[in-house]
């Protein structure tokens, strides 16, 4: 049995709720991709607040403009103006022209006069900060990422199996519609996959191939947990494109949470930078949702379903990389590979992920070993860690660990 969505809390509100309840000091930026509860968790961090609270959104960006924010801003000011403040949330500010000096102008006259009105922005954070985040407000503000759910969250919200989890991933808003496959299908490609490339790809960056763009998508989920090298890629999406242009896509579908190319781990950034790519999802309901097969029948084949357990894997350890917890990598070399490389101020972990019984040797954790000595070795799956137990644990327990 479901619990109802709102009533469930995630960590990052905890910490949200603390810092508006510190004086004022920073711009508060809740960023993430689509659908994974920012507007929900500023609400659930404002309501025990014991000051005014106004919540505004910009979701229309015709009939915005940067004269909105002033007006939205003033009136926040008189609901301030007494001994406690108050707070003032922007959502989706960041669809307004010229938003970020607006907020600057208006901060920093805030700050001269003494003025305790907080303010909480929500949005991408990369399309944040490509607007003038860091340029504008740079000094003026911290930000609280929210990467997908994980599987803790969704079974602890929704009560799910660790092979929901897998085929289903962490869209909690599509978490009630699992009982009808083929609806949940259309509101994973109509509401989210659709939404976010039309809206936060294609509208608000500069993408002169967006047919293009959309097929790299594409590709990107079908072959997720592969590393393909851009020629490749371009010779797959029959395009005349070049390899520039796809790795510039890549990243714009990563600044939305979609999909992005790990990197293989070289010891050497320049190195790792000119890599092939290894495609990888950040939610495994983008890989499963226009597949056409159900659960039940994804369940019996066996290589689809391998490369969906390893996709969960690496979309556990790639959301805790958006978070900042790590750098992911893969390695490969020859004939000898590791699925996945998490470098934290610790060192180094080695991960291979395996769907089945795993053999007792693994050729590529030995090579990277030798080459690179790293502070431990992981085998998910198989004879190695529960696969349930390691989706359950945050990224940091496991590479952390002492």
């Known amino acids: 049995m479901s619990k109802e969505k709102g009533a469930f809390q995630r960590s990052q509100m905890t910490t949200l709720a603390a810092r508006l309840c510190e004086p004022r000091r920073f711009i508060q930026v809740v960023a993430g991709p689509r659908q994974v509860g920012k507007s929900t968790l500023v609400l659930q961090a404002t309501d025990g607040l014991d000051v005014p609270v106004r ?25 301030a103006s007494g001994v406690q403040g ?27 006069a003494r003025l305790s009105l907080k303010v909480v922005l929500l949005g991408s954070a990369p399309l944040l900060i490509a607007q003038g985040l860091t340029e504008s ?8 990422y929210l990467p997908h759910w994980s599987f803790a969250e969704m079974h602890a919200a929704f009560g799910w199996t660790l092979d929901e989890y897998v085929f289903y991933g962490g869209y909690p808003g599509a978490a009630p519609l699992i009982a009808e496959p083929a609806r949940w299908s ?77 990197p293989k781990y070289a010891g050497d950034a320049a190195r790792s930078r000119a890599s092939s790519p290894k495609l990888q999802v950040l939610n495994t309901a983008l890989m499963t949702a226009t597949c056409g097969v159900t659960l039940a029948e994804m369940r019996g084949k066996r290589e689809f379903w391998g490369r969906l357990v390893e996709s969960a894997v690496g979309a556990h350890l ?6 900042g917890e790590c750098n992911l990598y893969y390695w490969r070399e020859g004939k000898h590979e590791v699925d996945f490389i998490v470098q934290t101020s610790r060192g180094l972990t080695a991960i291979e992920v395996k769907s089945s019984r795993a053999p007792l040797a693994h050729p590529g954790t030995i090579a990277f070993a030798k080459a690179f000595k790293p502070q431990r070795s992981l085998l998910v799956g198989g004879d190695g860690i529960a696969l349930e137990d390691f989706l359950r644990l945050p990224v940091t327990h496991w590479v952390n660990a002492n």
């Open 318 to 323: 790639a959301n805790a990389a958006m978070t």
């Open 137 to 144: 407000l740079a000094g003026r503000f911290e930000i609280l």
């Open 186 to 262: 259309r509101y994973i490609a109509d509401s989210l996959i659709e939404t976010s490339v039309s809206r936060d790809v294609l509208l608000m960056s500069r993408v002169d191939k967006p047919a293009l763009l959309r097929r790299l998508f594409e590709l990107a989920c079908r072959y997720s947990g592969q590393v393909l090298s851009y020629t490749k890629m371009l010779g797959q999406l029959q395009d005349a494109g070049n390899t520039v242009t796809l790795a510039h896509y890549l990243e714009l579908l990563a600044g939305v949470g979609m999909v992005r190319g790990l």
């Open 86 to 112: 108050a707070v003032l949330v922007f959502d989706e500010i960041q669809k307004i022209p010229n938003w970020s000096e607006t907020v600057k102008r208006l901060w920093d006259e805030d700050t001269r």
């Open 55 to 79: 919540y505004v959104s910009a979701d229309e960006p015709t009939l915005r403009g940067a004269d909105w924010i002033d007006q939205q801003w003033a009136i926040a000011r008189l609901e």
